[in-house]
C-alpha cells in the first residue's frame, strides 16, 4: 500500500490503491459515502476521493449543492471560484498554513469553480449537500474563462 508521506509516490499508486476511475471535469475520483434515504429522495450528502495529477485540472463548472474541498495529501491546490461568471477568487488547499494555505474551502452551490495541482499530483476529498446528483452537474463550454463576456448559462 502506498504511503501519502512519500514525497516521490507515482500518483498511479494512489489511483490503484483507491480504485480511482477518469472523472468528466478532469482528473480521478471513487465515490467514498452517499447517503441514500429510506423514500429514495435526495440524500443528504456524498463524498469522493478527488486526484488531480500534474498538468491535469478540474474544468470550470458548477454543481447545484454546497461542496466542500478537503486537502488530503500532495502538492498545494489552487482553487478558482466564480460566483457571476466574471469576478474569480483563487483560495489555495494544502498543508502550509504560514503560506495561507488551507486543508479546507467551501464553494457555495450554483458557483463556477475551476482547480489544478500546484507542483504534482493533489489528493483531496469533496463532500456534496445535498448528495450530488450528475443532472445538477453543469460544464463549462472548452475554452470559457470567467470575465470573457456572459456566463455560460
Known sequence: MPDLRDPGLDPARVIAALGLAPHPEGGHYREAWRDRPADGGRGAGTAIYYLLAAGERSHWHRVDAAEAWHWYAGAPLTLSL????????????????????RPFALVPAGCWQAAAP???????????????????????????QPGGGRSPA
Do not use: I, N, Q, Y
Request: overall charge negative; charged content about 15%; some cysteine.
Open 118 to 144: 500546484r507542483g504534482g499530483w493533489s489528493l483531496l476529498g469533496c463532500t456534496v449537500s445535498p448528495a450530488f446528483a450528475f443532472a445538477g452537474f453543469e460544464m463549462a463550454p472548452p475554452g470559457w
Open 82 to 101: 466564480s460566483p457571476d461568471g466574471r469576478r474569480v477568487e483563487t483560495l489555495s488547499l494544502g498543508p502550509d498554513l504560514g503560506a495561507g494555505e
